[in-house]
């Protein structure tokens, strides 16, 4: 039985899956919400479509198999038509806050590859400004305290996943530092800020990537468009 909440994922990620075109190459991300993307694609795939798409994680990898999506890597393609992705947070600029599953780092990999970013979010994601939900930071387990105690310097709580009460390892071998900034007032800056920490290798801050959201709410789904 899906909540309420997961109808919505479902409605979006179906939706989003009607956005893939015969031929493409795709950026495949990661989540809850991208999961009813990637079944409905097999669908199409089975119908005919000829598609070949990058996953962003371990667990995408394993559902495109399932689902019968053909895979493909960077080392075979150029770039990608379209990422399809999910997001923790959304702001009015279309900026976001990823990582709540771990997969921050390979999605910025995949969004920055294509020519096109359309992110699927049910309603409770859409916000006014970014920081509610903690940002997460993938680093380098070397020298981690050192790591978090220079972004702690920025001005935020933090604490370091930890998932069956080990230390959370994402797919890249590293941890992931949850940070609490509160409202985050200039998401670019903090975004730059951060990456020239050393030990930090990809922040969960996509700024200016976005080209559309597609949002599901109780009685429609609705698109945001970069302005
Ligand atoms: O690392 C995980 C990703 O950024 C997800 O896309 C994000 O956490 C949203 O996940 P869900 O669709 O499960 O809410």
Redesign the pocket.
């Known amino acids: 039985m899906l909540t309420e909440q997961d109808q919505l994922?479902k409605l979006v990620g179906q939706e989003a899956a009607h956005y893939i075109k015969d031929g493409m190459k795709i950026g495949l991300?990661?989540?809850?919400?991208?999961y009813w993307m990637i079944k409905m694609l097999g669908e199409r795939v089975k119908e005919g479509l000829h598609i070949e798409g990058i996953p962003s994680?371990n667990q995408t990898a394993e559902w495109a198999k399932e689902f019968g999506v053909p895979l493909t890597d960077f080392s075979k393609v150029e770039g990608l038509d379209v990422t399809i992705?999910?997001?923790?947070e959304v702001d009015g600029n279309l900026n976001l806050v990823?990582?709540?599953?771990?997969?921050?780092f390979r999605?910025k990999v995949i969004a920055k590859a294509a020519k096109e970013l359309i992110i699927?979010?049910d309603e409770s994601?859409v916000v006014e400004k970014l920081g509610d939900f903690p940002l997460?930071v993938e680093v380098l387990p070397f020298g981690w305290e050192m790591t978090a105690a220079k972004i702690k310097e920025l001005g935020c709580e933090l604490t370091v996943r930890s998932k069956d009460n080990e230390v959370y390892v994402t797919d890249n071998g590293n941890y992931i530092l949850d940070c609490q900034f509160g409202k985050i007032e200039n998401p670019e800056m903090l975004d730059q800020e951060l990456i020239q920490i050393v030990g930090v290798v990809e922040t969960?801050l996509f700024t200016n990537m976005t080209d559309k959201v597609i949002v599901g709410s109780k009685d429609k789904v609705s698109l945001l468009e970069r302005k």
């Not at 991300?29 to 991208?34: A, L, N, Q």
């Not at 990823?98 to 921050?104: E, M, S, V």
């Open positions: 994922k991300g990661s989540g809850s919400t991208v994680s992705d999910g997001a923790d990823k990582g709540g599953g771990g997969a921050l999605e699927i979010v994601k997460p969960g």
